[in-house]
């Protein structure tokens, strides 16, 4: 494990949500379990696990699963896991989530201004940085075949029935927090999703 080797805020949010998974009810869990076991048959057959994040405007859920997706990848010692996100169409990374995300302890920087603006996104000095930018599940920035489509939202889950080139496709939905957007509740909602992402994400890294 290279836990100790991430920024501070992001060890002690993981050694944090490690220890809530027993709130993480047993039907997510049997979701959960679809996601371990695709990683684990690509460690066991020693080839790359692609992971493709996707929902509808690739501007939050898929974004924030990419994220953690990526640094518990690292923080458990696999460098074989490779994260991606998409949507069914491309929108921009939304500033709440990046607000939450920075909250939870990532460095993140804008590498690129625009509508649309590209993000560095750092969980640790010692691993490379995770490039995010809205667009679309089949963008040439992802890959084209073996992989695993996990849908981060019901309404890409649903109106996507068909996503070509995956290996596995897996509904890991979440509430959309956009919902709270504007309210009093704004900021606690991103950050319930933050960290409810991250310990389910967790769960299954930490049982490969």
Not at 163 to 173: C, H, K, M, N, Q
């Amino acid at each position: 494990m290279r836990v100790d080797n991430l920024n501070a805020p992001i060890k002690n949010l993981i050694n944090e949500l490690r220890q809530e998974f027993d709130i993480i009810n047993e039907g997510r869990i049997s979701i959960l379990k679809k996601l371990l076991s695709y990683i684990s048959s690509c460690k066991k057959d020693g080839r790359p696990a692609n992971l493709v994040f996707i929902c509808t405007h690739n501007s939050r859920r898929s974004h924030i699963a990419q994220i953690w997706a990526q640094a518990a990848a690292y923080a458990f010692g696999l460098d074989n896991v490779f994260c991606f996100s998409g949507g069914t169409e491309a929108t921009a990374f939304n500033p709440r989530a990046v607000k939450a995300i920075v909250e939870a302890g990532f460095n993140v920087t804008i590498e690129k201004e625009g509508t649309n603006p590209e993000y560095s996104v750092k969980f640790s000095e010692e691993a490379p940085p995770i490039r995010v930018f809205s667009k679309v599940y089949g963008s040439p920035f992802n890959p084209k075949k073996n992989f695993a489509a996990v849908m981060t939202c019901s309404h890409a889950d649903e109106n996507c029935p068909f996503i070509p080139g995956a290996d596995v496709r897996i509904p890991l939905t979440y509430d959309d927090p956009k919902d709270f957007d504007g309210t009093s509740l704004e900021e606690e909602k991103y950050r319930e999703r933050v960290r409810e992402i991250g310990r389910e994400i967790l769960w299954v890294f930490s049982n490969l």
